[in-house]
């Protein structure tokens, strides 16, 4: 009875964590500036998070990773929609840490859920 007690604990553990790693890369998001034009599920100024990890494969995480930290200018992206009559590209993110967007990234490329 022990031991399924343990398993059931140790189970439930692992469901709340799941949606804890969401909100912590949500939040990662936010604070560096990514929610100002994009969104998880819908497009705003850029594409949602979900439609990018439609568009590229785990194998593009490094290139996905240098479009976020130099923009797309930079890198030969596609720019955004058009605003005000001209097209907007994303602009670099030098001033958020390396770490941070190979952990956005990996989130997004495996879904953004």
């Not at 560096?32 to 998880?40: E, F, I, R, Y």
């Not at 594409?47 to 930290?69: G, M």
């Not at 955004?80 to 602009?91: D, L, Q, R, S, T």
Request: net charge positive; glycine share 10%.
């Amino acid at each position: 009875m022990k031991s399924v007690l343990v398993s059931v604990v140790l189970a439930s553990g692992l469901i709340v964590s799941a949606p804890a790693f969401a909100g912590k890369e949500l939040d990662l998001a936010t604070k560096s500036g990514c929610m100002a034009c994009h969104k998880v599920d819908g497009k705003l100024v850029g594409p949602s998070f979900q439609d990018i990890s439609k568009k590229y494969k785990a194998t593009d995480e490094a290139k996905l990773v240098e479009r976020v930290t130099k923009g797309t200018a930079a890198t030969g992206g596609q720019v955004w929609k058009e605003i005000n009559g001209g097209a907007v590209p994303m602009p670099p993110n030098s001033s958020v840490k390396p770490d941070d967007i190979k952990s956005l990234v990996k989130w997004i490329l495996a879904g953004a859920k």
